[in-house]
């Protein structure tokens, strides 16, 4: 799969604003400060194919870009965590969250982002259980990871997959670790997503 070979197709505010439910998509989630939009547009090498921002929660709706074919699509949720939004707001991208992950026909896989300094976060938690409740296939990106050393990065990776299988014993659930700003990790995760697609 040529993953840079992608076009934005567009925006959801509400389940009945995405496309058909046809195909193959693989969603992109995470905290809002985790570098999911970073790793989307190095996965795609467009530089601004999802908009980075220094501040969090700018993700308001679900956006969908195609690939080739067009009936297999990359997904970018909106963040979750630390946005600086009203209440309802946030209550109304649960619901679509929901609504999405659970209802999706044709979601074949969640793309998690996690920040490497301070994994496995309560919400991340709820996100990977949620997926596998679902008997959805979750794919951890331990992001940010040139912020830390050989030997921190080794450490860390151990400890996730040693909490993962202790919590979760699923082989729907993997993980790895990832540089946007280093390229780090980006072959592992096309090498996932080309499994996901191609089933």
Same mark, same amino acid.
């Given at each position: 799969m040529n993953y840079q070979n992608v076009t934005f197709?567009?925006?959801?505010?509400?389940?009945?604003q995405c496309p058909d439910d046809i195909g193959s998509e693989v969603a992109f989630a995470g905290r809002s400060n985790s570098g999911k939009s970073s790793a989307?547009?190095?996965?795609?090498k467009h530089k601004a194919l999802a908009r980075v921002s220094k501040t969090p929660g700018r993700t308001q709706l679900i956006n969908f870009f195609a690939l080739e074919p067009e009936e297999n699509r990359l997904v970018d949720l909106p963040g979750y965590g630390y946005a600086k939004v009203p209440v309802a707001v946030r209550?109304?991208? $649960? !619901?679509? @969250?929901?609504m999405y992950l659970s209802k999706r026909e044709s979601l074949k896989?969640?793309?998690l982002l996690v920040d490497s300094r301070h994994p496995l976060k309560e919400f991340d938690l709820v996100m990977i259980q949620y997926a596998l409740d679902l008997n959805t296939p979750i794919h951890l990106l331990l992001t940010k990871s040139d912020k830390l050393s050989n030997n921190q990065q080794a450490k860390?990776?151990?400890?996730?997959?040693?909490?993962?299988?202790?919590?979760? $014993? !699923?082989? @729907?659930?993997?993980?790895?670790l990832f540089s946007s700003l280093k390229n780090n990790g980006v072959d592992l995760l096309v090498s996932q997503l080309d499994n996901w697609f191609e089933k």
């Amino acid at each position: 799969m040529n993953y840079q070979n992608v076009t934005f197709m567009t925006s959801a505010a509400k389940s009945d604003q995405c496309p058909d439910d046809i195909g193959s998509e693989v969603a992109f989630a995470g905290r809002s400060n985790s570098g999911k939009s970073s790793a989307l547009n190095t996965l795609t090498k467009h530089k601004a194919l999802a908009r980075v921002s220094k501040t969090p929660g700018r993700t308001q709706l679900i956006n969908f870009f195609a690939l080739e074919p067009e009936e297999n699509r990359l997904v970018d949720l909106p963040g979750y965590g630390y946005a600086k939004v009203p209440v309802a707001v946030r209550k109304s991208w $649960q !619901s679509m @969250l929901e609504m999405y992950l659970s209802k999706r026909e044709s979601l074949k896989g969640i793309i998690l982002l996690v920040d490497s300094r301070h994994p496995l976060k309560e919400f991340d938690l709820v996100m990977i259980q949620y997926a596998l409740d679902l008997n959805t296939p979750i794919h951890l990106l331990l992001t940010k990871s040139d912020k830390l050393s050989n030997n921190q990065q080794a450490k860390t990776i151990m400890l996730v997959k040693k909490e993962l299988q202790n919590k979760y $014993q !699923s082989d @729907l659930c993997t993980v790895q670790l990832f540089s946007s700003l280093k390229n780090n990790g980006v072959d592992l995760l096309v090498s996932q997503l080309d499994n996901w697609f191609e089933k």
